[in-house]
């Protein structure tokens, strides 16, 4: 749980967020609104040239985060992107936590799309040769 959920149950806890160090650990904050989590935002807004304003919650981003046009698999792997986004995310907040090892922004995207990657494959999802042409473009 973040540090917002465990304080509700109790926990006395200092939080901040071990990303950027900077605020109260919130889910929203953490997955949305980081400074760290919103360049990994930034590799598929800017992929799909979207003029994005992130939304204030989770549920609002996922009513919104959908692929106009593009095909039926395109769609498909454009969903995939916030839990992957995530799950990597959580993953990360967890290592630093838990471990005491930071990834670099730069690691922390190509998890991103290394597990996109093998997430659409484990899913049958076609055209991977669009997933290749965006690493190709980093
Ligand atoms: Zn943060």
């Not at 992130?54 to 046009?69: F, K, Q, Y």
Request: overall charge positive; hydrophobic content about 40%; some cysteine.
């Amino acid at each position: 749980m973040t540090h917002d959920k465990l304080q509700k149950r109790g926990r006395i806890i200092a939080s901040r967020c071990y990303l950027c160090k900077e605020t109260l650990e919130t889910n929203n904050h953490l997955f949305l609104h980081c400074k760290v989590t919103t360049q990994v935002w930034a590799l598929f807004t800017n992929l799909a040239s979207l003029n994005w304003i992130m939304p204030e919650h989770i549920a609002d981003l996922l009513s919104c985060w959908v692929r106009r046009g593009g095909s039926k698999s395109q769609r498909r792997w454009w969903r995939t992107v916030p839990a992957c986004i995530w799950w990597i995310i959580w993953k990360e907040r967890n290592q630093r936590i838990f471990v005491g090892k930071e990834c670099t922004i730069e690691k922390i995207n190509w998890k991103v799309i290394t597990t996109l990657g093998f997430w659409c494959k484990e899913m049958n999802i076609e055209e991977e040769i669009q997933l290749v042409d965006f690493i190709g473009a980093l």
